[in-house]
C-alpha cells in the first residue's frame, strides 16, 4: 500500500493530463477507495488569464483486479512486472463553454485528467471574454492507453495517448512525463514532483484553439488553423499529510505553459497559469 501515499487532487485546470494511480498490490477480491472533498482554483480555459474557485468531489477507487477509477479517468493495469504498468484509459474530456471549462471530479491521484457539475463555482468575468461568440464545446469521452516504466522505486516514467475530444470527436492529446514519488519530508509528510510536456494533433488544436471563418465574423477575433504539436510543458509539486491511518490532506500546484501554435492563439490571453487545489480525502 506504500506507493498509494503519493497522492494527488486530479484537478488540472486543463484535464490535459490522464495519469494513472500506481499500481497496488492487494488481496483478491479487495480494493482501496478514497473519497472527500477538494477546492481548486484554475484558469477558466486553457490560456484563460481569468480564473474560478470550485468546490468538487474527490474519488478514487482501484481493485485487485486492476481496474481503477482516478477523478474522470478509469482503465485497468494488465502488467504483472512490477517496474511497467500498462492498459487501456479512458476518460471524460470537460466541455467548454463561453464561460469557460465545466465542472470536473478530482481524483487523489491522477493529474493530470479529469463532465460533472461541481459543487459551487465562483468566478470572475471579463468583460472582454474572448471566447464570446464561440462555439461551444461539448463534453466528449475519450479512450486510449497508458504506459509507465520505474526508472527507481521513486521514479516513474509515465506516458498516455486518448482520442476523442472535440465536437468532431477526431482530437487526440497525448502526454509524456516524469515522477518522484512520495519523498518523506517528516513522519506522515511526503512530497511529490512532477514534470510533463503534452501533444495534440490538429483537430485537437482547432477545436481548443482555433477560430473558424464562421466564429471569426461574429466574434472579431482573426482567422486561426493551428497546426498539431507540442501543446504545453507543465511542472508541479504535492504535499500529501497523512492525518490518520483514513484521513489525509493532499495539496497540490501545477504550473502549465503553452507551447507552439497553441500559445499563439488569438484565444490565449496568458500562456502561463497556475493551478492550485487541496482536498480532505478519507480511505475505505
Do not use: C
Amino acid at each position: 500500500m506504500k506507493k498509494l501515499f503519493a497522492l494527488v487532487l486530479a484537478v488540472s485546470g486543463s484535464a490535459a493530463s490522464a495519469q494513472t494511480p500506481t499500481t497496488n498490490p492487494m488481496p483478491d477480491g479487495s480494493r482501496d477507495m478514497y473519497a472527500g472533498l477538494g477546492v481548486v482554483s484554475a484558469p477558466r480555459y486553457e490560456g484563460a488569464d481569468s480564473r474560478k474557485t470550485s468546490v468538487l468531489p474527490v474519488l478514487q477507487v482501484q481493485w485487485s483486479n486492476g481496474v481503477f477509477i482516478s477523478g474522470m479517468s478509469a482503465g485497468m493495469h494488465l502488467s504483472s512486472s512490477p517496474t511497467v504498468e500498462y492498459g487501456p484509459l479512458l476518460a471524460v474530456h470537460p466541455r467548454r463553454t463561453e464561460s469557460g471549462t465545466g465542472g470536473r471530479v478530482g481524483g487523489v491521484e491522477a493529474g493530470p485528467s479529469s463532465t460533472l457539475a461541481p459543487t459551487k463555482v465562483l468566478e470572475t468575468f471579463r468583460s472582454d471574454n474572448p471566447l464570446a461568440g464561440m462555439d461551444e464545446i461539448k463534453a466528449r469521452p475519450e479512450a486510449g492507453a497508458f504506459f509507465n516504466y520505474y526508472l527507481a522505486p521513486e521514479w516513474r516514467l509515465t506516458s498516455s495517448v486518448l482520442a476523442g475530444a472535440g465536437n468532431d470527436r477526431n482530437g487526440v492529446r497525448g502526454e509524456i512525463g516524469v515522477q518522484r514519488l512520495a519523498m518523506q519530508l517528516a513522519p506522515h509528510h511526503t512530497v511529490s514532483v512532477s514534470a510533463g510536456v503534452s501533444f495534440a494533433n490538429r483537430a485537437y488544436q482547432q477545436s481548443y484553439f482555433g477560430v473558424s471563418a464562421r466564429e471569426a465574423a461574429t466574434t472579431g477575433h482573426r482567422s486561426y488553423r493551428p497546426d498539431g504539436g507540442v501543446k504545453d510543458v507543465r511542472i508541479g509539486a504535492r504535499w500529501n499529510w497523512a492525518l490518520s491511518p483514513s484521513w489525509m490532506l493532499t495539496s497540490s500546484v501545477q504550473a502549465t505553459r503553452l507551447a507552439g501554435d497553441a500559445r499563439r492563439s488569438p484565444l490565449v490571453e496568458r500562456p502561463t497559469n497556475v493551478t492550485v487545489s487541496t482536498a480532505f480525502a478519507y480511505r475505505f
